[in-house]
């Protein structure tokens, strides 16, 4: 797909004949124009240059923009897209011709309406029928020379057979002011004539000052359309000002400090406390808490150590760490992250669609309604001045814009507040439609479930649990098995005894056999431990049990004798079983897709709530369940590993956990950075948000140029009297686009709580935007915090209990934390101690 900037484009019709025009190149696929970026993708094998030659044909200009996401001629930083290059340079100028205008508008209209209307005072050099003419015509010179845009625009489009919105404002300003030059000649022959009463008359025909009214008044919205539109780039232009500047790399055993575009792949660079990652990498040396709010909107700082990975823009919070650097310039996951976002903003969503027809057309239909207008008043026995005056209105108050803008301000500034909290929308059409899914399909292992086996059930038999978890740990030392990493993680923090193991075996599919201070020891599962001794009908119920809860029983022998067994299981992830009972609220059915075996799926099913679940599945196999389910109903797949890319493909969206394989975040449309289940609601709940958006713009938008044009062209005049006066037009247009992207805007101001989501209301609004009542707030104090990184220590295990929520100060030594359920200090005191600190009391 590439990707062009094009300019001279004012209003949604010029996009539409952009759109038009490529799209008859031969072999582009596919293509569309964003108004709100100027900006224009093509997907086909057409080659830029006749891409660009079709742009120039219709009238605009269009410039290719390079890997790096900048227009050819723009600036790029360390591979990253520039924030200049969306800075907003059009508003200065406009209000610089808004600001030229009005010093020339306000003496206008203090002649042609406060002198010829109310009498007031003007120089006796022009208190004259002629040189009053001549002066108002001489300002309104003036203010066309320095709004010539509108007209240059106006009518280029206009020769190139696609009239747009400056062709509206130039044919409704050229006739005002060439009406009011004929009036003008008219009444100078009147006066030579003498007929002093027929000139009078003709001075009242002047609409000099409609003229310039219209141009001034535009120019306002413009103005304001133009500011609007930038606050609507404010989320991607912060991500880019995230972008690193510069980073110390290690040289011959020397700091040097050099631009970050220097940096190549494998050099080593540092970080202190405080600064930011220039490039993404992997520590080598060091470990530190890292802020990554920039990327993921997850506040609390992660810890790090030597062989995790870091990302460009997060920040080391404290502790000095040495990396490799192993992703530079536009592969960094900042860059990335960018790119996905600008992508979005430049794609078109399917309801746009509709815009698009109707903006093709729309400002030929206005000029026909204004010429019939015109004509009607005329026939009806009207002067030329009020018919004219009518047909003005009518070009003059109708605004295409309104249509263009209504869908990708809102996509813009949606897309923005999603990836100011780790959601990531790769393009419009999945921003839209997100809100739309009716089934939602998850993987298990590594989506619901954490993808890491723990220990969740020691039971002796033989023994006692110390010499139990001792055996066990010795044996499952030698083992690279997950099962065998679970089993050594639990032990690291419970009491035992460390034994030395000879003679360690492997027996594949099994289990694992080795001597411990002379004696053998066994490890594995039932049919390997029936090959060694008799195993109780009591001991295989509870083993029975722990298989009927999804876990996988491991047993343990030593010197004959059956120790007992440990229960291991990949458990749910804490926020699953909360973001299924949410996405039930939504109205979705939700089905976990696994090739894990039935029962440990349906264990696993019945403690997240989800409502279907297909096992065995071999990993081809799920795209073609995915395909089967897309008959009823538009169906979102949610996985993160290689062997879910063909589902995540297949669904209509498919949504990645950001910490999953870089094949599956390719292949989704949607990517949640933090790997949070929850954010599978919160994307969808976000969606709906844009979506009605979009709507209520699309309505206002139409329900504008409904009710405005007929009141325009003066169709309630015989009825009411109502009349339209050409220059409350021109305010009316002005401000329609200003309103559209306002309410886009308005969209900054959604919540965005997740953690207290818990339901959705009748009016289909999920209380992810609503404020919860009755909360208490305490104030803990706390002893030992000494760092930032103590800190995150105390903040997640704070968070992590139900119903709390905490802010840490390790400097005051206290937590502000707001519950929605009574807590006792025991409690508190007992989270607390856990995380290796003390409580001092509450207040």
């Known amino acids: 797909m590439d990707k062009y900037q094009v300019t001279g484009m004012s209003c949604a019709a010029c996009s539409a004949h952009v759109e038009k025009a490529v799209r008859a190149v031969d072999g582009v696929d596919e293509v569309a124009v964003s108004l709100l970026t100027n900006s224009m993708t093509v997907e086909g094998s057409a080659s830029p240059d006749a891409v660009i030659s079709a742009v120039e044909k219709a009238g605009y200009g269009a410039a290719l923009e390079n890997p790096n996401g900048d227009a050819q001629n723009a600036g790029t930083h360390g591979g990253y897209q520039s924030a200049d290059s969306l800075k907003d340079t059009e508003t200065p100028k406009i209000a610089k011709r808004l600001i030229a205008s009005v010093c020339f508008l306000i003496p206008l209209m203090y002649i042609s309406m406060g002198h010829m209307m109310w009498g007031w005072p003007v120089p006796e050099a022009i208190n004259n029928h002629v040189a009053i003419a001549l002066t108002q015509l001489l300002f309104t010179v003036i203010i066309m020379v320095i709004n010539q845009h509108f007209f240059i625009s106006g009518w280029t489009s206009a020769i190139h057979g696609a009239p747009n919105m400056d062709t509206l404002v130039t044919l409704g300003a050229a006739a005002s002011f060439g009406y009011s030059v004929y009036a003008m000649y008219a009444m100078g022959a009147a006066l030579q004539t003498g007929d002093m009463e027929l000139a009078h008359s ?214 923005g507040i999603g990836a100011r909290n780790g959601i990531l929308f790769k393009n419009a059409m999945a921003l839209e439609n997100t809100g739309k899914a009716d089934i939602v399909v998850m993987d298990k292992t590594g989506t619901l479930t954490t993808g890491k086996p723990v220990v969740t059930d020691v039971i002796p038999v033989a023994a006692e649990e110390k010499q139990l978890v001792s055996i066990a740990c010795a044996l499952e030392s030698k083992s690279e098995h997950p099962l065998a990493h679970a089993v050594v993680n639990y032990g690291k923090n419970a009491e035992r005894t460390d034994h030395t193991v000879e003679d360690f075996t492997v027996h594949p599919g099994n289990g694992l056999s080795g001597t411990i201070d002379g004696k053998m020891a066994f490890g594995g599962n039932l049919s390997f431990m029936e090959q060694q001794m008799s195993i109780d009908e009591s001991v295989r119920a509870q083993a029975d049990r722990l298989a009927g809860e999804g876990k996988t029983p491991v047993y343990f022998a030593y010197d004959g004798r059956l120790l007992g067994m440990i229960g291991i299981a990949d458990v749910l992830k804490a926020d699953a079983k909360d973001a299924i009972q949410k996405l039930h609220h939504m109205g979705k059915r939700v089905m976990m897709l696994t090739g894990d075996n039935e029962r440990t799926a349906q264990a696993i099913a019945a403690q997240a709530g989800v409502d279907q679940v297909i096992a065995n599945v071999l990993p081809q196999d799920k795209e073609a369940n995915i395909r089967k389910l897309q008959g009823k109903g538009l169906v979102i797949m949610v996985g993160d590993g290689i062997n879910d890319a063909p589902a995540l493909t297949r669904a209509d969206i498919g949504i990645a956990i950001g910490a999953g394989t870089d094949v599956a975040i390719d292949a989704a449309d949607v990517v949640l950075m933090k790997s949070d289940i929850s954010d599978v609601p919160a994307a969808i709940h976000l969606s709906r948000k844009v979506l009605k958006n979009i709507h209520e713009n699309l309505f206002w938008a139409f329900f504008y140029n409904v009710i405005g044009i007929p009141l325009a062209a003066g169709v309630w005049i015989p009825l009411f009297g109502w009349k339209l006066n050409p220059m409350f037009g021109a305010a009316a247009m002005s401000l329609s686009s200003f309103c559209v992207v306002t309410n886009a805007l308005r969209l900054n101001l959604m919540k965005f709580d997740k953690k207290k989501a818990t339901a959705e209301s009748d009016s289909g609004e999920c209380c992810l935007d609503k404020k919860e009542d009755h909360k208490m707030k305490q104030t803990l104090e706390i002893e030992g915090m000494m760092c930032a990184h103590c800190q995150a220590h105390v903040t997640k295990a704070l968070n992590d209990m139900e119903g709390v929520t905490a802010e840490v100060s390790f400097e005051k030594g206290t937590a502000e934390v707001t519950t929605d359920r009574e807590v006792s200090k025991e409690e508190f005191a007992k989270v607390i101690e856990e995380a290796g600190y003390k409580l001092k009391g509450i207040h």
């Open 202 to 415: 003709y001075m009242h025909e002047f609409y000099f000052e409609s003229a310039a009214m219209i141009l001034t008044l535009i120019t306002v919205g413009k103005m304001l359309e133009s500011y609007s539109k930038g606050k609507t780039t404010d989320a991607l232009k912060s991500l880019m000002n995230l972008a690193p500047k510069q980073a110390v790399l290690l040289k011959d055993g020397k700091e040097v400090t050099v631009p970050v575009e220097q940096v190549q792949i494998g050099d080593i660079f540092v970080v202190r406390p405080g600064e930011s990652i220039p490039v993404d990498g992997v520590i080598l040396e060091g470990s530190s808490a890292i802020d990554e709010s920039a990327l993921t909107g997850e506040s609390i700082p992660v810890d790090k150590k030597e062989g995790d990975s870091v990302s460009a823009a997060t920040i080391n919070r404290v502790g000095y760490l040495k990396c490799r650097a192993t992703r530079v310039g536009v592969d960094t996951t900042l860059s990335q992250i960018i790119q996905m976002v600008s992508d979005a903003a430049a794609t078109k969503a399917p309801i746009a669609k509709i815009a698009d027809k109707v903006s093709g057309v729309f400002v030929p239909v206005v000029i026909t309604i204004a010429a019939i207008t015109i004509l009607v008043w005329l026939f009806a026995g009207e002067t030329v001045g009020f018919a004219l005056a009518r047909g003005i209105s009518v070009l003059v108050i109708s605004c295409p814009c309104a249509l263009g803008l209504a869908t990708p301000v809102a996509i813009m500034v949606g897309n």
